[in-house]
């Protein structure tokens, strides 16, 4: 046996003896030329080459073709709302999503607000779900990934843990009538304050909230709602409260004085604030020269007025003339006009106070009026019942 050259592979530490005598053996037909050896195991090597890259070739093949023959099938665990797709063709997850979102929309859906109720179903709504697109959405989810993690995961049998949302699609006119519905069975304008003079007094009327029924959050919440995989069977309407422009306290600032006058009492009431102030006894206009009924206000005072005499029958050669202040002047001390020609003035005929006696005007005492007058500006509200 030949010695072994220097530059002849030496035997590693920890080899096996058989792998050193194989490498010694390619050695030695490699060195020698023309050795009987060295042909065969050159082929041999392609051969097993060649059967390798056949084999990569064949698996990558495989499990493409496998891939490609589960393009349209959706992984085990994936859901939509809550619906089991998995392991399901897409054109069954269609028909499955189909049958169980339609259960869904045609479900009654209460919306409540205090004691109205409203039974509304989604699908007559024109509530609308895209099964075909669902189904689409699942696949997708279930192809995420690269080529060998899914196909070994499919072989597996490995699931993919996924609950995709749904989307519902409303017309916009059936969502508008639906909102609309809702609108005007429960949206209520604010009420001012306000008072209602009688005979008997100012009657107070309390201001009330208004309530608006937020349409946008309202489709959203029902939107949201039928998404969810077990849907609500009731649903509270939201609103915002809407204020009053006016309320009593409003009123109260604004009206600092008003006049009721009870003709059938021969009464004047004064309110300051809205609360009873004082009463006064009066004289009312006689037959055929009532004083008017109705809401007027204070146009103008005046102290220690003129007579301006009327162009009225009754006035007989004093008509159209003016008495100045004095015996003659009927009208004493104060005059507050509320109705062009009409008005309220002191008198001296004390016991005209309680009866028919005036030509329309209201007569009170003079220490009366003057107390009337300082407490009641231009613009006060009087009412003659």
Same mark, same amino acid.
């Given at each position: 046996?030949?010695?072994?050259?220097?530059?002849?592979?030496?035997?590693?530490?920890?080899?096996? *003896?058989?792998?050193?005598?194989?490498?010694?053996?390619?050695?030695?037909?490699?060195?020698?030329?023309?050795?009987?050896?060295?042909?065969?195991?050159?082929? *041999?090597?392609?051969?097993?080459? #060649?059967?390798?890259?056949?084999?990569?070739?064949?698996? %990558?093949?495989?499990?493409?073709?496998?891939?490609?023959?589960?393009?349209?099938?959706?992984?085990?665990?994936?859901?939509?709302?809550?619906?089991?797709?998995?392991? +399901?063709?897409?054109?069954?997850?269609?028909?499955?999503?189909?049958?169980?979102?339609?259960?869904?929309?045609?479900?009654?859906?209460?919306?409540?607000?205090?004691?109205?109720?409203?039974?509304?179903?989604?699908?007559?709504?024109?509530?609308?779900?895209?099964? &075909? &697109?669902?189904?689409?959405?699942?696949?997708?989810?279930?192809?995420?990934? $690269?080529?060998?993690?899914?196909?070994?995961?499919?072989?597996?049998?490995?699931?993919?843990?996924?609950?995709?949302?749904?989307?519902?699609? $409303?017309?916009?006119?059936?969502? /508008? /009538?639906?909102?609309?519905?809702?609108?005007?069975?429960?949206?209520?304008?604010?009420?001012?304050? *306000?008072?209602?003079?009688?005979?008997?007094?100012?009657?107070?009327?309390?201001?009330?909230?208004?309530?608006?029924?937020?349409?946008?959050? +309202? #489709?959203?919440?029902?939107?949201?709602?039928?998404?969810?995989?077990?849907?609500?069977?009731?649903?509270?309407?939201?609103? !915002?409260?809407?204020?009053?422009?006016?309320?009593?306290?409003?009123?109260? !600032?604004?009206?600092?004085?008003? %006049?009721? %006058?009870?003709?059938? #009492?021969?009464?004047?009431?004064? @309110?300051?604030?809205?609360?009873?102030?004082?009463?006064?006894?009066?004289?009312?206009?006689?037959?055929?020269?009532?004083?008017?009924?109705?809401? @007027?206000?204070?146009?103008?005072?005046?102290?220690?007025?003129? $007579? /301006? =005499?009327?162009?009225?029958?009754?006035?007989?050669?004093? #008509?159209?003339?003016?008495?100045?202040?004095?015996?003659?002047?009927?009208?004493?001390?104060? $005059?507050?006009?509320?109705?062009?020609?009409?008005?309220?003035?002191?008198?001296?005929?004390?016991?005209?106070?309680?009866?028919?006696?005036?030509?329309?005007?209201?007569?009170?005492?003079?220490?009366? =009026?003057?107390?009337?007058?300082?407490?009641?500006?231009?613009?006060?509200?009087?009412?003659?019942?």
């Amino acid at each position: 046996m030949p010695e072994r050259p220097a530059d002849a592979p030496a035997r590693m530490p920890g080899r096996s *003896r058989r792998h050193g005598d194989f490498q010694a053996r390619l050695w030695l037909a490699a060195s020698a030329p023309g050795g009987k050896d060295a042909a065969p195991l050159a082929a *041999r090597a392609r051969t097993s080459l #060649a059967l390798g890259l056949a084999l990569i070739t064949v698996l %990558i093949g495989a499990t493409v073709a496998y891939d490609r023959s589960r393009r349209d099938v959706i992984a085990p665990g994936v859901r939509v709302a809550n619906v089991d797709v998995g392991g +399901l063709h897409a054109a069954d997850a269609e028909t499955r999503l189909h049958g169980q979102l339609l259960r869904r929309l045609k479900r009654p859906i209460v919306l409540r607000r205090g004691h109205r109720r409203f039974v509304i179903v989604a699908h007559d709504a024109g509530a609308r779900v895209d099964a &075909a &697109a669902l189904a689409a959405a699942a696949v997708r989810r279930s192809r995420r990934g $690269w080529l060998v993690p899914r196909v070994v995961r499919a072989l597996a049998g490995r699931r993919v843990d996924a609950n995709l949302p749904v989307h519902i699609a $409303w017309t916009r006119p059936a969502m /508008r /009538r639906l909102l609309r519905r809702v609108r005007s069975a429960l949206d209520r304008h604010a009420v001012d304050a *306000r008072v209602v003079p009688s005979a008997h007094g100012l009657r107070k009327l309390h201001a009330h909230p208004g309530r608006v029924v937020r349409a946008g959050m +309202l #489709a959203h919440e029902l939107k949201a709602a039928l998404t969810r995989p077990d849907p609500p069977h009731a649903l509270a309407v939201p609103t !915002r409260r809407t204020a009053p422009r006016t309320t009593l306290a409003d009123l109260a !600032r604004r009206d600092r004085a008003y %006049i009721i %006058i009870d003709r059938a #009492a021969f009464r004047l009431r004064l @309110y300051i604030h809205l609360r009873l102030a004082r009463t006064y006894p009066i004289a009312v206009g006689r037959q055929g020269l009532e004083t008017p009924a109705g809401v @007027y206000d204070i146009q103008w005072k005046e102290v220690n007025p003129p $007579w /301006r =005499v009327p162009n009225s029958p009754w006035a007989g050669a004093l #008509a159209g003339r003016t008495i100045p202040p004095g015996p003659q002047d009927p009208i004493k001390a104060r $005059w507050l006009a509320f109705n062009g020609g009409d008005g309220i003035h002191g008198t001296d005929d004390v016991g005209s106070i309680g009866s028919a006696a005036s030509h329309g005007c209201i007569r009170m005492l003079i220490p009366d =009026v003057i107390n009337l007058y300082d407490r009641v500006p231009v613009g006060a509200p009087v009412y003659v019942a």
